[in-house]
């Protein structure tokens, strides 16, 4: 059952005004620790400060001093996107403030808003890089030139000050409504008839309109997602898929083009469908989300398999050393498939979530959280060398993480994602509250009926697999729990506060516990956490005879440093299970005995093997932490 959302507005980055379930924010979820929590902890205290300084001395926020004080270009410094890190960084430091209402993160943004909002000119335009004297002018270069997704970004962090601290008089929501007013103004149904090369724009601008109720907002983000596929956008060598322009979002079968883009459209698009009530536009993303996810998508959750333009392959192209999976991608991913759990309810797109979580977003940041991985390759054949901590990586693809890039959207994508994460927990509907992620929390909501739901989560998950649920409130409800796909034999109990004990195995999907809790009532979720070997479809002919190992919801992945020689001629025992001890995941590996004859085909392919030894693993998240090294995740099978 669909149901209207009328309770207060919560502290989450998507609200949908309808939809199967509702959001549970910041003030009604707190990560209290574990695996999610320790990385916000990071976060808060690394990360944000490292992007802050970047953003300094790269010059990217002194480019809005330069505009305020009207000496552009002279200066300018970054590319042409390079407004959209300070506005990613804003949303992050938002939703921060509104985690933990850090004072000196306060002062932070509200001088970050002072300087961007001084850059705005009297008609609500704000770019560093086009419409000044001696620029290009506005909107000249639609293909390339982001303007209209720089302001995309300045909208959700707009939404976000505004939901964890309404009515703040820092002056970033005017700024966000002058803006939107003049895209009105000039993309209008009178207007032109365009939209931006990197869709983002109808996300900021379907959430704004939620955030202040003007429908105006709402109406122009539909217009851009129903522009898509007319074919307005320059053709370019990557054909016009590359910016999703080749087909309307109705009548596409898939993702499709650059992954971040295709991503950002779906997720915009499913916020027009849900507010425009448009259910031939949902049924659309459905069928996309499915057949992505089936054919395009990485064990990782990674997205993408073209390098040169950051794009999707075709079905089944997903080569592990040509893995891009770039980490923005991931996080599109993650809003796209957020939005449709909020919609229909369905525990598979929390499951791609927490692949996703776990195998990119977890993977792209250093464990000091002042180094990222922009792509995330599935197989590293050449170990890179140390990076230097001061240098700016020229390129997306690197062997180590790299503390900056000359394109840094990955560092404050990921920022944002942690600092919000409270917000992708839980949700609830009319009978109660679902679990969606599996972290060390304290909820608590009030149902559409006046009932009041509280309760503890205790876990180490992913470490263990216990989840426990401890009640704090009393009276009739609802909990759900998602039972991962993975998990064939997760068993649920109930340790009732007094009285005897139940327990039954469940199967994957969602399992609901009803009953009229008391104070102390215990739900306890057993997941089965034993290391188990995973085999491709074998349409994925760049993996075939090949497996992975995975662990609950972490892929692992073989490395030298482990190994103690390059891994490309490794080999796994399939015969002998993946073991777990001390803490680490073995499996036995071979050599495969090469000899190089000058010409790399013959007509024979035996090549001996080496004797196994067992070798332990390491989770993906973790690999490139140890110097440089290689690493691949599928790894062929002796068989």
């Not at 062997?399 to 990955?410: G, M, T």
């Not at 149902?447 to 704090?472: I, K, N, S």
Request: aromatic share 8%; hydrophobic share 35%; charged share 25%.
């Amino acid at each position: 059952m669909t149901m209207q959302i009328t309770t207060p507005a919560p502290q989450a980055p998507a609200i949908p005004g309808r939809g199967r379930l509702r959001p549970l924010g910041q003030h009604e979820v707190r990560i209290t620790g574990g695996f999610w929590g320790e990385r916000q902890d990071v976060n808060a205290r690394n990360t944000l400060a490292h992007i802050g300084g970047r953003l300094e001395s790269e010059g990217w926020l002194p480019n809005f001093d330069l505009a305020a004080a009207g000496t552009l270009p002279t200066g300018r410094r970054g590319r042409e996107f390079s407004d959209s890190e300070t506005y990613k960084y804003l949303e992050a430091l938002a939703w921060e403030i509104g985690r933990t209402d850090d004072a000196e993160l306060d002062k932070t943004f509200r001088a970050v808003v002072a300087r961007v909002a001084a850059a705005q000119d009297s008609d609500g335009y704000l770019n560093t890089n086009f419409g000044h004297p001696g620029q290009e002018p506005r909107w000249s270069n639609l293909e390339w030139g982001h303007e209209l997704y720089c302001l995309g970004h300045l909208f959700q962090a707009a939404v976000a000050r505004e939901r964890t601290r309404p009515g703040a008089d820092d002056g970033l929501l005017p700024v966000a409504r002058a803006a939107a007013d003049l895209v009105c103004r000039e993309f209008g149904p009178d207007g032109r008839s365009a939209i931006c090369g990197h869709a983002e724009i109808e996300l900021g601008l379907a959430e704004l309109s939620r955030v202040t109720g003007d429908e105006r907002y709402l109406a122009q983000a539909r217009l851009f997602v129903e522009r898509h596929g007319r074919g307005t956008l320059r053709d370019i060598e990557w054909g016009r898929e590359y910016y999703q322009d080749d087909v309307s979002v109705r009548e596409a079968e898939v993702l499709r083009g650059h992954a971040v883009r295709a991503n950002y459209l779906a997720a915009g698009s499913v916020d027009v469908a849900v507010e425009s009530h448009d259910d031939e536009l949902l049924n659309a993303l459905r069928r996309q989300w499915s057949r992505t996810v089936a054919r395009r998508t990485y064990i990782t959750g990674g997205q993408g398999s073209h390098h040169q333009d950051e794009a999707f392959g075709f079905d089944w192209e997903l080569p592990p050393d040509r893995a891009y999976s770039e980490t923005c991608a991931g996080v599109g991913s993650i809003m796209f498939s957020w939005r449709m759990l909020l919609n229909d309810g369905d525990p598979r797109y929390a499951d791609l979530i927490e692949r996703t979580l776990y195998n990119v977003v977890a993977t792209s940041p250093s464990a000091d959280g002042r180094a990222f991985f922009y792509a995330n390759t599935l197989h590293q054949r050449e170990a890179g060398a140390p990076v230097d901590p001061s240098a700016t990586s020229p390129r997306a693809g690197s062997a180590l993480r790299a503390p900056w890039f000359d394109v840094s959207c990955c560092p404050p994508n990921v920022a944002r994602t942690l600092a919000s994460l409270d917000a992708y927990v839980a949700t609830a509907d009319d009978t109660g509250v679902q679990l969606h992620q599996y972290v060390p929390a304290s909820i608590t909501t009030t149902l559409p009926d006046g009932r009041v739901v509280a309760f503890d989560v205790e876990t180490d998950y992913p470490r263990d697999g216990r989840v426990r649920v401890v009640a704090r409130s009393e009276g009739e409800w609802t909990l759900g729990l998602r039972v991962p796909s993975w998990a064939s034999s997760a068993m649920v109990r109930i340790e009732p506060a007094a009285g005897d004990a139940e327990e039954r195995t469940v199967s994957p999907g969602q399992v609901d516990v009803k009953r009229v809790f008391a104070a102390g009532d215990a739900v306890i979720l057993d997941l089965p956490m034993q290391p188990r070997f995973t085999r491709p479809d074998t349409r994925i002919d760049a993996v075939r005879s090949s497996v992975a190992v995975e662990r609950g919801p972490e892929v692992l992945a073989l490395e030298s440093v482990d190994l103690g020689g390059d891994v490309s001629d490794a080999v796994v025992d399939v015969s002998s299970p993946p073991a777990e001890r001390d803490g680490r995941v073995w499996v036995r590996i071979a050599q495969r005995v090469s000899t190089d004859t000058g010409w790399p085909y013959r007509s024979t392919t035996d090549e001996p093997l080496a004797d196994g030894v067992e070798v332990p693993l390491v989770a993906y998240h973790e690999w490139g932490e140890r110097g440089p090294s290689t690493m691949r995740i599928w790894i062929p099978s002796a068989e």
